[in-house]
Antibody, heavy 117, light 110 residues
Framework: QVQLQESGPGLVKPSETLSLTCSVS????????WHWIRQPPGKGLEWIGYFYHSGNTKYNPSLKSRITISVDTSNNQFSLKLSSMTAADTAVYYC???????????WGQGTQVTVSS | QSALTQPASVSGSPGQSITISCTGISSDVDSYSLVSWYQQHPGKAPKLMLYEVIKRPSGVSSRFSGSESGNTASLTISGLQAEDEAGYYCCSYARSGTLEFGGGTKVTVL
């Protein structure tokens, strides 16, 4: 059974960098595509980007300059760093597995991140 | 603002069929047919309902079906049930290798 669990701070100050980690069980991080997706309160889903174990990454162009997604194969985890946080980045952040580049088959429960001083 | 357009809301009575459209994906759908659909109940993570326009993952009811025509992909729910009341999102894979979601559609069962 594939399970994903996000972890990280629930509160981030403006201008700081958000760091989130996703722990994966039931699937190898060296296979599949590993995505981050977010959802601002009361709004729709926004794709952030993905990492593939070969080192291939793809990011949302609107966020590209602020994003880093990386993988820790020894711990079967992957991470998101999002710099220069503002109130507009307040959202529930999901870590997600992609069986291909184009759809998402397993989701974490999501973690709320609030940007506030 | 999403490049993929969905109706904000769709409603139907139990047993009826409803269709949710997802437009604005001409360069993506016509070329790749890589559209997926997700169901999201309040406070829950989204769930994959369809991928590659028409394919259903194991465990998803056959009441959910997909189609595409021109620059529009559609999700149809047949035999509407109370449990189908949720938000629904389309997602398309673009030539650039990025992905984009539609704005979402709230389905109400009357």
């Amino acid at each position: 059974q594939v399970q994903l669990q996000e972890s990280g701070p629930g509160l981030v100050k403006p201008s700081e960098t958000l760091s989130l980690t996703c722990s994966v069980s039931g699937a190898s991080i060296t296979s599949y595509y590993w995505h981050w997706i977010r959802q601002p309160p009361g709004k729709g889903l926004e794709w952030i980007g993905y990492f593939y174990h070969s080192g291939n990454t793809k990011y949302n162009p609107s966020l590209k300059s602020r994003i880093t997604i990386s993988v820790d194969t020894s711990n079967n985890q992957f991470s998101l760093k999002l710099s220069s946080m503002t109130a507009a980045d307040t959202a529930v952040y999901y870590c997600v597995r992609g069986s291909g580049t184009h759809y998402f088959d397993y989701w974490g429960q999501g973690t709320q991140v609030t940007v506030s001083s | 603002q999403s490049a993929l357009t969905q109706p904000a809301s769709v409603s139907g009575s139990p047993g009826q069929s409803i269709t949710i459209s997802c437009t604005g994906i001409s360069s993506d759908v016509d070329s790749y047919s890589l559209v997926s659909w997700y169901q999201q109940h309040p406070g829950k993570a989204p769930k994959l309902m369809l991928y590659e326009v028409i394919k259903r993952p194991s465990g998803v009811s056959s009441r959910f079906s997909g189609s595409e025509s021109g620059n529009t992909a559609s999700l149809t729910i047949s035999g509407l049930q109370a449990e189908d009341e949720a938000g629904y999102y389309c997602c398309s894979y673009a030539r650039s290798g990025t992905l984009e979601f539609g704005g979402g559609t709230k389905v109400t069962v009357l």
